[in-house]
Nanobody, 125 residues
């Protein structure tokens, strides 16, 4: 059974930092792109960041560029999202996802068949 389990969410003040982790089990995802998405209250789920299987290529939503960093450790089947300079508008449930894309990054939710349950990130002003 494939599982993606996120951790590291919580409540933080504006300007603060959080590091999200996503541990995969049930199969290895070391050969495909991984991604982070988020869904704020009353809004649709949106792309945040993606990383290629090698970790050499990354892609970010414009709203998080320069503040968030995605990384991965294939040996641990784990992907991370380092979030700095957090803003109240970053408040959302953050989801980790595994794609079917072997070559590069992926920012379309349609390319991600495996999803975690989500972790809440709340940024207070």
């Amino acid at each position: 059974q494939v599982q993606l389990v996120e951790s590291g969410g919580g409540l933080v003040q504006a300007g603060g930092s959080l590091r999200l982790s996503c541990a995969a089990s049930g199969r290895t995802f070391s050969s495909v792109a991984m991604g982070w998405f988020r869904q704020a209250p009353g809004k649709e789920r949106e792309f945040v960041a993606s990383i290629s299987w090698s970790g050499l290529r990354t892609d970010y939503a414009d709203s998080v560029k320069g503040r968030f960093t995605i990384s991965r450790e294939n040996a641990k089947n784990t992907v991370y999202l380092q979030m700095n300079s957090l803003k109240p508008e970053d408040t959302a449930v953050y989801y980790c996802a595994a794609s079917t894309v072997p070559g590069g990054t992926a920012n379309s939710q349609n390319l991600y068949p495996y999803w975690g349950q989500g972790t809440q990130v709340t940024v207070s002003s």
